[in-house]
């Protein structure tokens, strides 16, 4: 994720991208994913509102090479063993 992604996205606490090297199912469909985490719903949907955010999503939309990005709105549940 780009040091411009990083600043363009206002209220976020961490931000996690991952490269996939393989998949059990043969080649990985995605080459890279990027979890933004935000301390609450209200906070990531204000994240996406200003024009750079939507210029983020325009831009990667441009450099994805296998079809346009998937975004997922998802609730974390993490269990410590």
């Known amino acids: 994720m780009p040091p411009t992604a990083i600043a363009n996205l206002v209220g976020k606490n961490m ?3 991952t ?3 393989q ?5 990985p ?3 890279r994913i990027a979890e ?3 301390p609450s719903m209200e906070a990531c949907s204000d994240a996406w509102s200003p024009l750079a955010a939507k210029q983020l999503l325009v831009h990667a939309a441009k450099i994805s090479s296998s079809g346009p990005p998937v975004i997922m ?3 974390e549940y993490t ?3």
């Open 19 to 21: 490269r996939v090297l």
């Open 23 to 27: 998949s059990p199912q043969g080649n």
């Open 15 to 17: 931000i996690v991208a």
């Open 29 to 31: 469909r995605f080459y």
């Open 79 to 81: 269990f410590n063993f």
């Open 73 to 75: 709105i998802t609730e």
């Open 36 to 38: 933004v985490y935000f």
